[in-house]
């Protein structure tokens, strides 16, 4: 299928290498066209998909307009977990080794339970 690109010449157009593991309006980031939410992470970076209009375009800024308190975006439901497309692992912050790490689904579901139980013992 051939899409349609909302193209401005100041931008190339870069192959993802990952993207975020929720979706873009799980961020706040809508379609900067329709004002929809019915978008999805395009294949190209910095752009996202949009189902109602059928093209990738920037979107809106969303929570990345900001400085994003991790914290509070955390108590909104928000992750910014990674989804490596070529690895095709989930690239997770590890704030104890100061590093990323890629981990597989099992690993990362294992991960994620160690990091909440420590997180409630607080
Ligand atoms: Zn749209």
Same mark, same amino acid.
């Given at each position: 299928m051939k899409k349609k690109i909302n193209r401005s010449p100041k931008?190339? &157009?870069?192959? %993802?290498?990952?993207h975020y593991i929720q979706d873009p309006w799980e961020y706040e980031v809508k379609c900067d066209k329709c004002g929809g939410n019915n978008v999805q992470w395009s294949e190209f970076e910095k752009f996202i998909w949009c189902e109602d209009c059928k093209i990738d375009t920037k979107g809106t800024e969303g929570v990345f307009g900001g400085p994003i308190p991790i914290e509070a975006a955390g108590l909104l439901g928000m992750c910014f977990d990674r989804?490596?497309? %070529?690895?095709?692992?989930?690239?997770?912050?590890? %704030?104890?080794?100061?590093?990323? &790490?890629? &981990?597989?689904?099992k690993q990362y579901r294992t991960f994620k339970e160690r990091v909440c139980s420590e997180e409630s013992n607080l």
């Open positions: 931008i190339t &157009l870069k192959k %993802r290498t990952w989804w490596d497309m %070529r690895k095709k692992k989930i690239i997770v912050y590890d %704030r104890k080794k100061k590093k990323d &790490l890629y &981990l597989t689904l």
